[in-house]
Every structure is written in structure tokens, then in C-alpha cells.
């Protein structure tokens, strides 16, 4: 008995220290960030936490694709990295992004290893892709000018959050998901190139460096 009591003891001190910095700085947003309330007044954009490892759901379709992948993903701003390892259709895969390698024209250096009929031999590609997981700083809200878009509902998140738009490489709106202790929850945007629509859920978040 006292074993076991040990061992839970141990596991839930573990678990604390491994989300403490999911939960550090957590505030309830003020009644000027709601949108009717007659406080109401647009908030400075915050500093974000962008480097973490989370899970993810992310939807991507236009007129002629519907693409839903489910999976796990390292953002890492300090190392220039984004590794997402997903599931689809028929196939897994592990994409790493390499944003310190890109174009001009911003697409960005990508190693794909996929099993498309697992458990064969993996196939590896290499190439400049536009990638759907952009690497955020933690002042992208602040550099990008964001302008504040509502405490709104997200399917995976508890609670409201706040969204704020932003324009990213100078042409795709963007909106941003930001969870009442300023860890990125979301992003959702437009291609208005590819007339393409893309929604991603980040839930399970673990805040803090991470290594790809
Ligand atoms: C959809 O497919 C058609 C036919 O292949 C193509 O002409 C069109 O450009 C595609 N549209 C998009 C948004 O990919
Ligand atoms: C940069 O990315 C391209 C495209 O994936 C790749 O061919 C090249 O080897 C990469 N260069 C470096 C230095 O990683
Ligand atoms: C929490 O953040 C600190 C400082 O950034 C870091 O040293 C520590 O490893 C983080 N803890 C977790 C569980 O990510």
C-alpha cells in the first residue's frame, strides 16, 4: 500500500512538473478584450509561446483535395526546426522543416520519410515545399502588427481564447489562437493563391524547449 502511494505520489509530482510551465502566467482576459463590453478596447498584442511539443489535428481542403491529418508535432523557434510526425490515409510520415533553408519566395526546406504501405521500407524526400506549419517566434503576434479578432471557442481547448489576425509572408491572413496563459492553441488561414483553406488544433501541449 505504502509502495503504491509512493509511486502515485511520484507519478503526479512528475506530471506537475512536466505541465508547470503549460500553466505558469495563466490570467483570465479582462472585460476589455470582450467584444461588447463597454470597457471594450483593442489589447496590445502579447508576447506568445510558440516552442513546444503538442498534438495536433489540422484540416486542409480546396476545390479539388480534403486532406485531415492527425499527429504529433515539435515546434522549435530557437533551432529553426518544425518536425510533424502524422497519419493519414493509408500511409505515416515524419516531415521536418528546416526554416533556416528557404526560398525567396518562402517555401521551405523539407525531409519527408513516409510508409505508405508500412511496415515496408520508408521512402525519403527532399525538397522546398510551402509548408502548412509555420514556425512562429514568440513576438510574432507583436512584429506581425496583429489586430485582435475576439475571445472565441476552439474544439479542443477549455474555455475561450484569443484569436488575433495577421498578415504572414506579406500575402496569407492568418489567425492566431492564443490559450489564457499565451501558449499558441491554433492557427487557422486562407491561400488565396491555392484558394486554399487550412485549420490546425493544438491540444496535449508540453510548453518548453524542445529538441527535433
Ligand atoms: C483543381 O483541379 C483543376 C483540374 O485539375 C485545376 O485546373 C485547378 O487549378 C485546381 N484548383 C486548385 C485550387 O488546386
Ligand atoms: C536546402 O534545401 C534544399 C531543398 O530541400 C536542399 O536540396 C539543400 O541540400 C538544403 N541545403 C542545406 C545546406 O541544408
Ligand atoms: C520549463 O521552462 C524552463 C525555462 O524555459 C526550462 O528550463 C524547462 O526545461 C521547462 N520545463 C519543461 C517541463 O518543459
Request: proline residues 5%; contains cysteine.
Amino acid at each position: 500500500m505504502k509502495f503504491f502511494y509512493s509511486i502515485f505520489s511520484l507519478l503526479t509530482a512528475l506530471g506537475a512538473s512536466a505541465k508547470s510551465n503549460s500553466t505558469k502566467s495563466c490570467h483570465e482576459f479582462p472585460s476589455s478584450m470582450i467584444e461588447y463590453s463597454g470597457n471594450f478596447q483593442q489589447p496590445l498584442p502579447p508576447l506568445i509561446k510558440t516552442e513546444f511539443e503538442t498534438s495536433f489535428i489540422q484540416h486542409k481542403w480546396n476545390v479539388n483535395l480534403s486532406h485531415i491529418q492527425v499527429g504529433y508535432i515539435y515546434f522549435s523557434p530557437s533551432q529553426g526546426l518544425v518536425r510533424v510526425d502524422e497519419a493519414y490515409q493509408g500511409g505515416l510520415a515524419t516531415s521536418v522543416f528546416n526554416y533556416a533553408n528557404t526560398t525567396d519566395d518562402g517555401l521551405v526546406d523539407n525531409i519527408l520519410t513516409s510508409f505508405d504501405s508500412y511496415p515496408d521500407q520508408p521512402t525519403v524526400w527532399q525538397g522546398y515545399v510551402q509548408s502548412n506549419y509555420p514556425l512562429f517566434g514568440d513576438d510574432i503576434l507583436v512584429s506581425g502588427d496583429a489586430v485582435f479578432a475576439g475571445l472565441v471557442k476552439r474544439d479542443h481547448v477549455q474555455g475561450l481564447v484569443a484569436s488575433w489576425s495577421i498578415m504572414y509572408a506579406g500575402s496569407i491572413p492568418v489567425t492566431v489562437f492564443v490559450d489564457s496563459c499565451g501558449v499558441m492553441v491554433g492557427y487557422d488561414y486562407f491561400s488565396p493563391g491555392l484558394r486554399t483553406r487550412v485549420t490546425t488544433d493544438l491540444f496535449n501541449t508540453i510548453v518548453g524547449p524542445v529538441k527535433v
